[in-house]
């Protein structure tokens, strides 16, 4: 019956060691997936101004051939 127990507590130990190391894991791509979403946010918002000046340079060029 103790070897049982002393099994038991082993077992559990080793879970919540294991739960640490998971939920450590987990901050770290946390992380990482807000800094690749800001990233991401930076790049639609200088695709979008640069569509714009594009654009706005198209018209310019037919008003100016015209």
Request: charged share 25%; hydrophobic share 35%.
């Amino acid at each position: 019956m103790r070897i049982l127990a002393i099994l038991m507590i082993l077992t559990l130990s080793s879970c919540m060691v294991s739960q640490k190391t998971f939920d450590e894991k987990c901050c770290k791509m946390e992380a990482q997936i807000t800094e690749l979403e800001n990233r991401c946010n930076g790049m639609d918002m200088k695709e979008q101004l640069l569509r714009q000046t594009i654009h706005d340079l198209q018209t310019k060029n037919d008003t100016i051939n015209k």
